[in-house]
T-cell receptor
């Protein structure tokens, strides 16, 4: 069975500082990996995704993530955080067969200090 | 092009009441999903539909029924609501052959 672990429940960074959100997954084959962002009271917006190829993927809003197979990780990064980045971030893994439902991590809530 | 829409946005029920959460997508996607989101647990799959007329149970289907009468709409029904069903419910759709799911804005349900 696939699973996703986001070790950090809550992270606080200062505006302008760099950000890294951790994500570790467990999956038997090559995973499809996603990062979604959820602003307060809103739905989920796709930030970026990895299916194959280049292990460093670029997303919207200046985010990027790096797939490291040896570490079973897919960490999300941003060089300089903006106050509008305050939200909850979810890492998810998807299967490449069957119903292709997503398995989500428990989320990391990001707070940005002025 | 509205994407995935959900109604209502917010609902309060009393224990034992029934209700149907509506979801519709205008992207001509075959696959649709219902998830629930609880604090500290991420999203969990309730039901899945691969196409019109077909449904399949997910991780947490107990207490729910679904209906996929046409390609656009996928409804979730609570026959007898329980406080444990207090949650935020998300509907999603996915085009055939692609892996990305597109989510609706969610329905926040409170069962008293």
């Amino acid at each position: 069975a696939q699973s996703v672990t986001q070790p950090d429940i809550h992270i606080t960074v200062s505006e302008g500082a760099s950000l890294e959100l951790r994500c570790n997954y467990s999956y038997g084959a090559t995973p499809y990996l996603f990062w979604y962002v959820q602003s307060p009271g809103q739905g989920l917006q796709l930030l970026l995704k990895y299916f194959s190829g280049d292990t460093l993927v670029q997303g919207i809003k200046g985010f990027e993530a790096e797939f490291k197979r040896s570490q079973s990780s897919f960490n999300l990064r941003k060089p300089s955080v903006h106050w509008s980045d305050a939200a909850e971030y979810f890492c998810a893994v998807g299967a490449d067969t069957g119903r292709r439902a997503l398995t989500f991590g428990s989320g990391t809530r990001l707070q940005v200090q002025p | 092009n509205a994407g995935v829409t959900q109604t209502p946005k917010f609902q309060v029920l009393k224990t034992g009441q029934s209700m149907t959460l509506q979801c519709a997508q205008d992207m001509n996607h075959n696959s649709m999903y219902w998830y629930r989101q609880d604090p500290g647990m991420g999203l969990r799959l309730i039901y899945y539909s691969a196409s019109e007329g077909t449904t399949d149970k997910g991780e947490v289907p107990n207490g729910y029924n679904v209906s996929r009468l046409n390609k656009r709409e996928f409804s979730l029904r609570l026959e007898s609501a329980a406080p444990s069903q207090t949650s935020v419910y998300f509907c999603a759709s996915r085009p055939t052959g692609q892996e990305t799911q597109y989510f609706g804005p969610g329905t926040r349900l409170l069962v008293l």
